[in-house]
């Protein structure tokens, strides 16, 4: 367990065993990115087979021919879904972040009286199991005509990604020096003026880690959207489940669907990880 | 007057939010209670009041006593100590750093980007159950490799154990990120201090045992936390791996099922109610610790 080899540039004599250490060290992370990509590779080469040559029992052979016909198979059915899911998660993120910038301003630079306290009452609601609120929440869209579009599920993701987003600008704006907003105060600044031009300039990189995180927790989301969407507004997620859900659908088409869902947020993965990690280690209460 | 000149703005600009948590978190779990101690079955809400009926009645419910919540327990336990283990031996591996470090923490956190829908319908197809010649999957995997009698019907076996099964989605999927928390955690030990412990004679083992490991106490406090509550709560990954298999029945599941299949809103309240309890204990203690933690610094 603790295979750890002398530290270097130390002058210690390194141990005869060190070589042997180090290759089973790299043999093990070896093992286990193999574990984790298995799943990806089955996807992967399934999904980029001809239909004809798929099949369930040789999953893990390579294809003869690389084809794209299972996306174009799969394409016309998710479209929709994929549609709803752009035009929700990216309103979504994006005023989640605005008012939680907010939050996290107030609750560190410009606190008052009970500050911990709201933002303990606050935090709570990113832990709650949400079974606990859908039947009200079922209700109260319903009732308010919210329910059945996008307005009402952009709502409630707005609503419940403002705990992390507070949380994620709370630890940000905490970081920055209090004589910034000492002096914007002596220069007879605002609270608003102090949060539009000295606190929100600053705070790009806090905006692509909340954006981020909502972005994947939206478009992730599975619970809030079938509850709250009718068939021509599901998101990808809904429209996944009930295209790709059943061993009845053929092989390639799931997988094939399944990449496609998850494309968007494997490519902010990709391209953005840095801030993906960040928003990870906020969401464990650590700044 | 001064003083609240001085932050009346700040509470006036944070209100909209606090007004909107305050009726979406607390106002409906407060409202849901409500409706677990009513009588309402059916369209129409019932707004009597029959006390704890509801919780009375799932104790002498088969399907929440003898299936729900040993599965959840036993999922529980698998998917946090599972994950655990191996999210520390990662984080043990890459700690002192190897070449490609970063390929390889990419590659073991990726999953978590993609959604608990798409895991289930990638691994369903992996535990696979085909026999004989159809045998595909994971089980063609192991057969491949000599390792024939760990065949396993996974989440499709009769044991009672066939919903730890799911917890190899669950970990594939979160292992990564409780790796990432011990490696934070790890990277935040001062290397003076462990240089110290070497000058006075320690061995590396002992080092990471005496100096490194009492550091990361509050790390696998928050992990633990983070991964039962995701455990108690999560319901896309059971209802897309196979949500008429009662062996991985699950309260969340119970819960949707009942209320929104059923009709039953009162049970459906009740047990989402017990939901909430179970993920309150261990989270209330967790925020008051690390906000007073906070304050502390």
Known sequence: MTAVPPARGHGRIRSPWANYVTTARYLALFALACFFLMPVYALLITALKSPSEVSV????????????????IVWPKLREGFTNSVLMALPASVLSSLLGAANGFVLS???????????ALILFGMFIPYQAVLIPMFQVMSYSGLRGGLYGLILVHVIYGLPITTLIFRSYFAGISEELIEAAKVDGAGMLRTFVFVALPIAPPAFA???????????????????LTNKDRWPITVALNNIAGSQAVPFNEAMASALLACLPTLLVYVLLGRFFMRGLMAGALKG | MRRLRAWGPGLLLIAP?????????YGFLGWNIRVSMSSWRGLAPAHDFVGLDNYVALLGDVRFTHYDVPNIAIFTLVFVIGSLVVGFVMAVLLDRGVTGENVFRSVYLFPMAISFIATAIIWRWLMDNGGGESTTGINQLLADAGLESWRSDWFKSSSRWAIAAIALPAGWSLTGYVMSLFLAGMRGVPEELREAARVDGASEPRVFWHVVRPMLLPVLMSAVVILTHISLKTFDLFYAMDQKNIKIDTPALYMWFTTFDGGFY???AAIATLLLLGVATI???????????????
């Not at chain 1, 040789?58 to 174009?72: E, T, Y």
């Not at chain 1, 630079?109 to 933002?119: H, L, S």
């Not at chain 2, 989270?283 to 610094?297: F, G, L």
């Open chain 2, 266 to 268: 009162a049970r459906g």
């Open chain 1, 57 to 72: 029992v040789r999953m893990w052979q390579w294809p003869h021919a690389l084809s794209l016909d299972n996306f174009a």
């Open chain 1, 209 to 227: 880690v909340a954006m981020i995180w909502q972005f994947t927790s939206a478009w992730n989301d599975f619970l809030f959207g079938v509850l």
């Open chain 2, 17 to 25: 939010s606090l007004v909107a948590l305050a009726v979406f978190v």
């Open chain 1, 109 to 119: 630079k410009w606190r008052f009286p009970g500050a911990d306290f709201a933002f």
């Open chain 2, 283 to 297: 989270i209330v203690p967790y925020i008051w610790y690390s906000v007073r933690e906070e304050r502390r610094k």
